[in-house]
C-alpha cells in the first residue's frame, strides 16, 4: 500500500556461524506472512522529542554479513546521533512540506519526493545481518583491528533505542574504503608539522541518509548503497519474479518437499538475470524432455509427467533447457553449454534484398 506526508582469526569467527549462513532462522520476526505496514512520517514526527536521549549502539557489517560490537569512547557516542539520525529526519520532515511520498521499491523508480520502500523480509543478505541481534547477539564480537581488518568490514549499522520507543530501529550505511586509513601509510598534520599517523586505522561515517530498517520494512534513501551493501535490486529481482510465475503457468514441475523455484534461485545472480531475459513457453515440455534425454542431461518427468526439480542443479538445468543453452557439436557429437549467445545477422550483398538472404542461427 502506497503511503503519503583478513586474516585467519577474522575468518575463523566468521565460518562459526552455520545457522545464519545462507538462511534466515525462523524466529527473526520478520516474515512476508505477518508483515505490518510501518507509518515513516509518524515515526519521524514521535522522533523529533527523543533525538536528544537515543542510545545508538554501533556494529560492523563484514564482507560475510557478519556483525562485529564496537567499543567507543563517550566522546565519539555523542557524534553517532547527528551522524546517523539527523539528516534522515531532516529528510522525511522537510519532505512532508514538498509533498514527499513512499512508494514500493519494487515498483516505483528513484525520482524527486519519492522514498522508496520495501520489506527487510525480500532482502536476504539485510535478513541475515538483522539476525544476528535478533536471535545470536551474545554470539557478536568485539572488533579488533589486529583480529578481524577494518578494510574487511563493508558497512555500518546502527541500533538506535529510547526507553519511551517500543522497539529500536536501525541504520545502516556502506563503509566507503576511500573514507578509511590504515595507520601504517598515514601522516597526520599538526601545526605546520607532517608527522606520522599513530592509529592502527581511521574512517570517516557517511552522514547522508541511505538505509533505515523500521519495523519490518526497510526504507530506501538510495538505491546504489541498498545494492552495494546487500547485494540487492529489486527491479531485477522483481522482473525475475514475474518470470516465475509465468514458468509455473506453463510448465508442469514437481518440487522437493519445502522447494519452489524462488528459494532455489535466490542468491544465484547468474540464474536471475537469464530469468529476467527468458522468453517463456518458446519451448514446451515435452521439447525440454527430449532434449534433455538426447544430451543426457538427467532432466526426468514423475509418473504424471511433471518435470522433477529437486535441487539448485536441477533448477539451473531446467531453466538452461528453456534457454536453448545446451548443443550438440554436429561436426565432434561433443555437447556443450552456452555461456554466451548472440544471434548471427544476415549478410546483405548489394543488390540482394533481405527476403532473398538465408539467416545462419
Do not use: C
Request: hydrophobic share 40%.
Amino acid at each position: 500500500m502506497d503511503t503519503n506526508a583478513s586474516n585467519s582469526v577474522s575468518n575463523a569467527v566468521e565460518v562459526a556461524q552455520p545457522a545464519l549462513t545462507g538462511s534466515v532462522v525462523p524466529d527473526d520476526g520478520y516474515s512476508l506472512d505477518n508483515y505490518v505496514e510501518t507509518d515513516v512520517f509518524a515515526w519521524a514526527n514521535n522522533l523529533v522529542q527523543y533525538k536528544d536521549e537515543l542510545k545508538v549502539e554501533l556494529f560492523f557489517i563484514s564482507k560475510n554479513y557478519v556483525l562485529y560490537k564496537t567499543n567507543l569512547a563517550e566522546g565519539i557516542k555523542k557524534q553517532l546521533e547527528p551522524i546517523f539520525v539527523d539528516e534522515m529526519l531532516e529528510y522525511i520532515l522537510e519532505g512532508v512540506d514538498k509533498g514527499l511520498i513512499v512508494r514500493g521499491f519494487e515498483k516505483a523508480e528513484a525520482e524527486e519526493h519519492v522514498l522508496q520502500r520495501t520489506q527487510v523480509a525480500k532482502v536476504e543478505k539485510l535478513r541475515e545481518t538483522l539476525g544476528w541481534l535478533r536471535t545470536q547477539e551474545h554470539e557478536i564480537v568485539l572488533f579488533k583491528e589486529d583480529e578481524h581488518d577494518i578494510n574487511h568490514m563493508k558497512g555500518v549499522l546502527a541500533r538506535v533505542s529510547h526507553p519511551e520507543i517500543k522497539e529500536p530501529f536501525y541504520v545502516a550505511k556502506v563503509l566507503p574504503k576511500s573514507q578509511v586509513m590504515k595507520g601504517r601509510t598515514g601522516w597526520m598534520l599538526r601545526g605546520d608539522k607532517f608527522i606520522p599517523f599513530d592509529a592502527d586505522a581511521a574512517l570517516r561515517l557517511p552522514t547522508d541518509p541511505q538505509l533505515l530498517v523500521l519495523g519490518q520494512d526497510l526504507y530506501v534513501f538510495s538505491q546504489p548503497k541498498l545494492k552495494s551493501l546487500f547485494g540487492y535490486d529489486a527491479k531485477e529481482q522483481a522482473v525475475a519474479e514475474s518470470k516465475i510465475r509465468e514458468i509455473e503457468e506453463t510448465y508442469r514441475l514437481s518440487f522437493g518437499e519445502g522447494l519452489g523455484i524462488q528459494n532455489l534461485v535466490k542468491d544465484k545472480k547468474a540464474l536471475v538475470k537469464k530469468l529476467q531475459k527468458l522468453e517463456v513457453g518458446k519451448i514446451t515440455q515435452e521439447q525440454i524432455l527430449q532434449q534433455s534425454e538426447d544430451l543426457d542431461l538427467g532432466v526426468m518427468p514423475d509418473d504424471s509427467g511433471a518435470i522433477i526439480i529437486m535441487d539448485d542443479k536441477d533448477i539451473t538445468k531446467f531453466i538452461n533447457l528453456m534457454n536453448e543453452d545446451y548443443m550438440e557439436s554436429p561436426v565432434t557429437g561433443e555437447r556443450y553449454e552456452i555461456i554466451k549467445k548472440r544471434l548471427l545477422k544476415p549478410e546483405k550483398d548489394e543488390g540482394d534484398s533481405l527476403a532473398d538472404i538465408p539467416i545462419n542461427v
